[in-house]
Nanobody, 127 residues
Framework: QVQLVESGGGLVQAGGSLRLSCAAS????????MGWFRQDPGKEREFVAS????????YYADSVKDRFTISRDNAKNTMYLQMSSLRPEDTAEYYC????????????????????WGQGTQVTVSS
């Protein structure tokens, strides 16, 4: 089992920045890809960004590319999402996720490929 706990959400004005953290515990050595998803009430969960265990070649949704940066510190079992130039449409509950899969055909944007999820942290961007 892997437990994930997000933190760092809050209320910020448009154009501002926030850094989300996701602390992992349990069988963290078994995890491969970790990612961030977000969900607004009434909408489907949306892929934001993901990063493999090596930390190389992160993937981003087009809507956040060049504004958000994903990173991970395996020694601290923590993943981060640095969010800049925030927009009102970034408002959502943000969830971190971890996958145990080690396959070359991993679909980074597909939530079904992730095995563990955190409880979420709310990000609200005011205009």
């Amino acid at each position: 089992q892997v437990q994930l706990v997000e933190s760092g959400g809050g209320l910020v004005q448009a154009g501002g920045s926030l850094r989300l953290s996701c602390a992992a515990s349990g069988r963290t050595s078994s995890t491969n890809v970790m990612g961030w998803f977000r969900q607004d009430p009434g909408k489907e969960r949306e892929f934001v960004a993901s990063i493999p265990q090596t930390g190389l070649i992160p993937y981003y949704a087009d809507s956040v590319k060049d504004r958000f940066t994903i990173s991970r510190d395996n020694a601290k079992n923590t993943m981060y999402l640095q969010m800049s130039s925030l927009r009102p449409e970034d408002t959502a509950e943000y969830y971190c996720a971890a996958s145990l899969l080690h396959i070359t055909t991993f679909d980074y944007a597909n939530s079904a490929y992730y095995d563990y999820w955190g409880q979420g942290t709310q990000v609200t961007v005011s205009s």
